[in-house]
């Protein structure tokens, strides 16, 4: 069924339409690596000053964080969750950073979402906070751990985030995610004159991929182990002093991670003592927690986006294992609706590819864009309109 203000929403959209699309291509156009998201967080929260929202900046400690508020009353307070950092090495020749996960695009619609709805209370005068939150840094360290641990979602009714994909799903199989980074200390000695005298730290390092080799033959199909060697010696000649890799485990639920990371733990244990190396090992990036979808909130939303002309919409948890995220443990807050939207391309380019580059900044891009925007900000709109059904969807 439409939305009563059907019509309000597509007006004040189509009036907005030319300020979304230049958002997208204002964050696509100047890209930055994660937790150096100046440029493009100052632009955001200036644009939301100059739409009336409040806004804090730097937030809980992050430089590149920031929480712009717009409200009037007591009434639920919804947020929408910017990303806006680029991915290292998909740029100008290879060694620039640029937006191949469309970060350009989840600032736009989210940023888009905030300011329609600050119109549409402006008009209509319902109870509540709209709220832009800036998370920096989702590709590395995943700051939505850190805001969340500083209470930065506590206060909220619900939280919207959309990302580009390869479906509409409103239920994504998100992993819970561990990121180690291991050392092996070894002892450096002449390879040809007295290998005898050495300790290989980089055979502790290669036993340890092993290990991990003969483990997944006992892994469940949906866990992930995936890793790069980051130190494996200077010159052929010197036995390896030091080694190191970086392995990231992934599980759909984070109590099945945790006996995952431990037995990748154990492995590099192993390796260690069948070389004599020493070893010591650190969680390079925050862990990620699986996404829990609220399934209120999903046929909730999902009766939007199809108003708003979106079809075969997963909303049932259906979709195979997928990637991770730092909402994930938003979710674990409050109500938290994360949308992944099918975008094809011609030639086919996913997400993380090169070949996405010219789309996530380009027509049909800007296409998905204002369908979300206008289907995020009715269904905010539906749960500022009826205050018990966001207190309902919260218990």
């Known amino acids: 069924m439409p939305h009563s203000h059907h019509d309000m929403i597509l007006s004040q959209a189509t009036d907005l339409a030319p300020l979304f699309e230049e958002i997208s291509h204002t964050i696509f156009s100047m890209p930055e690596l994660g937790l150096a998201e100046y440029r493009s967080s100052q632009y955001l929260a200036e644009l939301m000053r100059s739409h009336g929202f409040a806004v804090q900046m730097p937030y809980c400690d992050l430089p590149t964080a920031f929480r712009a508020e717009f409200g009037q009353g007591n009434g639920p307070s919804i947020a929408f969750l910017a990303e806006y950092d680029a991915l290292p090495g998909y740029g100008e020749n290879g060694d620039q950073p640029a937006h191949a996960c469309g970060h350009n695009w989840i600032a736009a619609t989210t940023a888009g979402a905030a300011?329609?709805?600050?119109?549409?209370?402006?008009?209509?005068?319902?109870?509540?906070?709209?709220?832009?939150?800036?998370?920096?840094?989702?590709?590395?360290?995943?700051?939505?751990?850190?805001?969340?641990?500083?209470?930065?979602?506590?206060?909220?009714?619900?939280?919207?985030?959309?990302?580009?994909?390869?479906?509409?799903?409103?239920?994504?199989?998100?992993?819970?995610?561990?990121?180690?980074?291991?050392?092996?200390?070894?002892?450096?000695?002449?390879?040809?004159?007295?290998?005898?005298?050495?300790?290989?730290?980089?055979?502790?390092?290669?036993?340890?991929?092993?290990?991990?080799?003969?483990?997944?033959?006992?892994?469940?199909?949906?866990?992930?182990?995936?890793?790069?060697?980051?130190?494996?010696?200077?010159?052929?000649?010197?036995?390896?002093?030091?080694?190191?890799?970086?392995?990231?485990?992934?599980?759909?639920?984070?109590?099945?991670?945790?006996?995952?990371?431990?037995?990748?733990?154990?492995?590099?244990?192993?390796?260690?003592?069948?070389?004599?190396?020493?070893?010591?090992?650190?969680?390079?990036?925050?862990?990620?927690?699986?996404?829990?979808?609220?399934?209120?909130?999903?046929?909730?939303?999902?009766?939007?986006?199809?108003?708003?002309?979106?079809?075969?919409?997963?909303?049932?948890?259906?979709?195979?294992v997928c990637g991770s995220t730092d909402l994930g443990n938003v979710s674990y807050i409050c109500p938290t609706q994360y949308f992944e939207v099918a975008f094809p391309t011609t030639p086919p380019a996913h997400i993380h590819e090169a070949g996405i580059l010219p789309h996530v900044d380009a027509a049909p891009a800007y296409e998905k864009l204002h369908a979300v925007i206008k289907s995020f900000a009715s269904a905010a709109l539906e749960l500022f309109e009826n205050p018990s059904l966001a207190q309902e969807i919260k218990a």
């Open 115 to 320: 300011i329609l709805l600050s119109r549409l209370q402006k008009q209509l005068g319902f109870a509540g906070k709209i709220i832009l939150i800036g998370t920096p840094a989702e590709e590395t360290v995943g700051s939505k751990v850190d805001l969340a641990a500083a209470g930065a979602f506590s206060d909220l009714d619900a939280a919207f985030q959309a990302h580009l994909g390869d479906r509409n799903d409103l239920t994504a199989n998100i992993q819970a995610l561990d990121s180690i980074e291991f050392h092996f200390k070894g002892k450096a000695s002449h390879a040809a004159a007295s290998p005898f005298e050495g300790i290989n730290a980089l055979d502790a390092v290669q036993l340890m991929f092993a290990g991990i080799g003969a483990l997944r033959q006992q892994l469940h199909p949906d866990y992930r182990v995936h890793g790069i060697i980051i130190d494996g010696g200077r010159v052929t000649n010197i036995i390896p002093e030091h080694a190191a890799c970086q392995i990231t485990t992934r599980c759909p639920q984070r109590a099945d991670l945790q006996v995952l990371t431990q037995k990748i733990i154990n492995i590099a244990k192993g390796a260690a003592l069948m070389t004599g190396a020493e070893l010591s090992y650190h969680f390079f990036e925050n862990h990620f927690d699986n996404y829990v979808p609220v399934p209120a909130l999903v046929q909730l939303t999902k009766g939007h986006l199809e108003e708003f002309g979106f079809d075969h919409i997963i909303a049932d948890g259906s979709s195979p």
